[in-house]
């Protein structure tokens, strides 16, 4: 287990608690619960259980592509080699990482085929990308990062240097091309429906690796060579 740069060995057969009186005690912050989560080993697997009452934590592997939410009462087997988990105690959001020297699950190397490509492949241009990396910022970042994290499309626009009329065209454009192969929300509101289509484009484009934590470079170098009236 992994926290603030400390590490604590989770011995095989035994039990580690997290929370306030825990193995790993976290500082005295009494919105946490004094024993939270619990890690020990069943029948062959380790397994991740919340033992508090109130708080939920989100557990993601380091991929990016399996997430989900830990409830009271609630677990779940660790099976990847590293898994985040964060959660909030009042004001402080803690994260922790599990670190597995034998992981049950390992990712399957997926090789690139010439010839006829999947359906539902879609390429970006650079300001499309740009575009998605800039709304799934906050989640590539930080594992575990829920979608209300999701900037507006003001905040995503001043992040670009882009105006928001700018932005909102090329959102149409990105949104279309996902549209048409498919993804459903893709087709939201003037109103309530535009927070939905952000989440649900970051969403796809996260859990489908189609941006993934080595583009966000992509958002601090210079493209200003880009045409503002492109199509895309």
């Known amino acids: 287990m992994e926290f603030a740069g400390e590490y604590f060995p989770v011995l095989a057969g035994g039990r580690f608690t997290v929370g306030r009186e825990g193995d790993l005690a976290i500082d005295d912050n009494l919105f946490l619960h004094r024993y939270f989560l619990d890690i020990s080993e069943d029948q062959g697997l380790w397994w991740l259980a919340n033992v508090g009452t109130r708080l939920s934590a989100s557990v993601t592997d380091a991929s990016g592509g399996v997430q989900a939410w830990l409830s009271p009462g609630a677990r779940l087997p660790l099976v990847f080699a590293r898994t985040t988990i964060v959660f909030s105690a009042g004001p402080t959001t803690y994260e922790l990482v599990v670190h597995s020297a034998q992981p049950k699950f390992r990712p399957v190397r997926q090789e690139v085929l010439d010839g006829d490509s999947t359906i539902g492949e879609v390429p970006l241009t650079l300001s499309q990308k740009l575009l998605v990396v800039a709304l799934a910022e906050p989640m590539l970042r930080r594992d575990g990062t829920g979608m209300s994290a999701i900037p507006s499309s003001a ?27 498919g993804v459903p929300g893709m087709r939201g509101g003037v109103r309530s429906g535009a927070t939905n289509r952000r989440a649900r484009l970051v969403e796809y484009a996260v859990t489908s690796r189609l941006v993934t934590r080595d583009d966000l470079p992509l958002l601090d170098q210079d493209h200003e060579t880009e045409s503002e009236n492109d199509a895309e």
């Open 155 to 181: 905040a995503a626009a001043e992040r670009l240097g882009w105006t928001v009329t700018r932005f909102n065209r090329k959102l149409d454009n990105v949104c279309d091309k996902f549209d048409r192969i």
